[in-house]
């Protein structure tokens, strides 16, 4: 466990003046937000592997490279245009320096809004009693961000191209993606990200999707393996009367790689199916927190997550799913399955349900184990080597969640994702 009154003392006034004051294109406000964002931070108990959503964590590694390196974001790969792949029928934004740029002219529904530039508008998204009441992670998110990347549909739109975010890789680099996600009534849109390999950083990433009456949002992610480097989200969800959301995660570990979603179902007939995998090798880490609440009758959510551990790897699966007692007729499935492939992989799985209704249809389950013998032998009897047969069945417990992705467009980028994976 960190020595945090140690720590605290390292994060002095100067050791992070190049962070939160010294820019001269800070507005007042915006320098008076980094710096109550710094005493909410210095007010919090620093993480710690006695914390439940902490544990397995390289908490040490992560609180070295936060209080001690001096780093810039800007620090990160120069991405030029021409480096970009063309596709017509996607919008590519990319996320490089701590900043967002994309080569081409946006939208109307896709805002970059800097505090430089578009200082009204992003001032109003910044709600500073919400930001002040955040935890660890979004906290260092306030701190750190310079840029946010605001999609906000109109009503009745429909979006068919594919919106495709790039955190691009940085090198020793404290960065701070903000992605703003608004799916006004009836409207729909699909969004691809990816998390790049970084060296020796820290990502402190925030998610926020508000998804309107009978609106309807895909979100699909990936993050690649974090090796010296560690990935913090937060994803806070909140859905209409008749509103969907689709999310898929595929998380590749990290030297710490930690989501926490906190979704909340907030009218009648929205809905959630949240599926997500994670595949660390070496001694990486992936954690998953995952908290949907029932606030409104009519609701479904369902949770799938698969687990492949090999190596020394570690993993958290955290399942909570809350019903209110005033609300009725909610169906909620939790389901957390996972392969270890190594006798020196370990998982942690807490399926959890807090039901204060009985008019509800409510379920949870969680298993881990090794390849199923009986089924590698059937496979060696049939003239399939021993390495190709456990190949095999690897890619049919992946299948099971990546099974859930019904967007070609999206289908075809994950089948280049389950080739390499293979390969690793």
Not at 407 to 413: E, S, V
Request: aromatic letters at 8%.
């Amino acid at each position: 466990m960190a020595d945090q009154e140690k720590i605290k003392n390292q994060f002095s006034s100067e050791n992070i003046a190049s962070i939160i004051s010294g820019k001269s294109d800070y507005p007042d406000w915006f320098d008076k937000f980094k710096r109550l964002s710094l005493q909410n931070l210095l007010d919090q108990n620093l993480p710690s592997i006695k914390d439940s959503e902490w544990e397995s964590t390289k908490i040490n590694s992560l609180t070295k490279k936060l209080f001690n390196n001096d780093f810039d974001a800007s620090d990160s790969v120069n991405i030029l245009a021409e480096d970009i792949e063309k596709d017509t029928n996607k919008i590519t934004i990319s996320f490089s320096n701590g900043i967002y740029t994309c080569s081409e002219e946006l939208p109307s529904y896709i805002k970059i809004l800097s505090h430089a530039k578009d200082k009204d508008q992003f001032r109003d998204l910044l709600d500073m009693n919400k930001e002040h009441a955040s935890s660890f992670s979004p906290t260092l998110n306030s701190l750190i961000l310079s840029d946010l990347l605001l999609i906000e549909t109109s009503n009745n739109q429909k979006v068919d191209t594919l919106i495709h975010i790039i955190n691009h890789p940085s090198n020793e680099a404290n960065l701070a993606p903000r992605i703003e996600i608004r799916a006004a009534t009836n409207s729909s849109v699909k969004i691809f990200e990816e998390i790049k390999t970084s060296n020796n950083s820290i990502m402190n990433h925030v998610l926020r999707v508000n998804c309107q009456k009978n609106a309807n949002i895909e979100f699909y992610k990936v993050i690649d393996r974090q090796e010296n480097s560690h990935y913090l989200g937060t994803q806070d969800i909140e859905a209409s009367e008749d509103a969907r959301i689709k999310f898929f995660l595929w998380d590749f570990g990290g030297d710490t790689s930690k989501t926490v979603t906190d979704t909340r179902l907030l009218g009648k007939k929205s809905e959630i199916n949240y599926s997500a995998l994670f595949t660390p090798n070496k001694d990486l880490h992936s954690g998953n927190q995952i908290k949907i609440n029932h606030e409104a009758s009519d609701t479904k959510s369902k949770i799938k997550v698969r687990g492949v551990l090999h190596d020394h790897s570690s993993g958290v699966f955290y399942g909570k799913i809350k019903v209110k007692e005033s609300v009725t007729k909610t169906s909620a499935f939790m389901e957390n399955k996972n392969l270890l492939l190594s006798d020196d992989a370990s998982i942690s799985s807490k399926p959890i349900l807090e039901i204060y209704n009985d008019d509800t249809e409510c379920s949870h389950s969680a298993t881990s184990g090794s390849i199923d013998k009986e089924k590698l032998f059937y496979l060696k009897t049939r003239g399939i080597d021993e390495v190709e047969a456990k190949s095999f069945l690897i890619n049919s417990f992946i299948e099971e969640i990546s099974g859930e992705i019904t967007n070609k467009k999206i289908q075809d980028i994950f089948k280049k994702y389950l080739l390499e994976n293979g390969k690793s």
